[in-house]
Nanobody
Framework: QLRLMESGGGLVQPGGSLTLSCVASGSTVLEYYTIGWFRQAPGKEREGVSCISSSSGLPNYADSVKGRFTISRDYATNTVYLQMNGLKPEDTGTYYC????????????????????????WGQGTLVTVSS
């Protein structure tokens, strides 16, 4: 069973940077999964932020973070990173990494095509607060 654990959240001033990490463990090899980062702000729905495809290795970003966030993966350590620069107050929220072999990841779209939007594995989330 694939397990995911995020870290790296915290409080940062507007314009600052943070790097989130998502470490995978369990019996399944990470490279078979497309990994996505999602976030949920208080009172809002969860939204896809970025993802990296298992097949192409290409990154994909929501328009709201394009040019500021960078996703990368390290197969040797089963870790996916989200480098966040130029943070804005609207980036505040709990950030989750997710893994699914069917995750749609292209042209700014990040979602699961499964019934009900189910995703195979989620991390527990890490809180990012952007405030002065």
């Amino acid at each position: 069973q694939l397990r995911l654990m995020e870290s790296g959240g915290g409080l940062v001033q507007p314009g600052g940077s943070l790097t989130l990490s998502c470490v995978a463990s369990g019996s399944t090899v990470l490279e078979y999964y497309t990994i996505g980062w999602f976030r949920q702000a208080p009172g809002k729905e969860r939204e896809g932020v970025s993802c990296i495809s298992s097949s192409s290795g290409l990154p994909n970003y929501a328009d709201s973070v394009k040019g500021r966030f960078t996703i990368s993966r390290d197969y040797a350590t089963n870790t996916v990173y989200l480098q966040m620069n130029g943070l804005k107050p609207e980036d505040t929220g709990t950030y989750y990494c997710a893994a699914d072999s069917m995750l749609v990841c292209y042209s700014g779209s990040i979602y699961s095509p499964r019934r009900g939007g189910l995703i195979e594995a989620w991390g527990q989330g890490t809180l990012v607060t952007v405030s002065s």
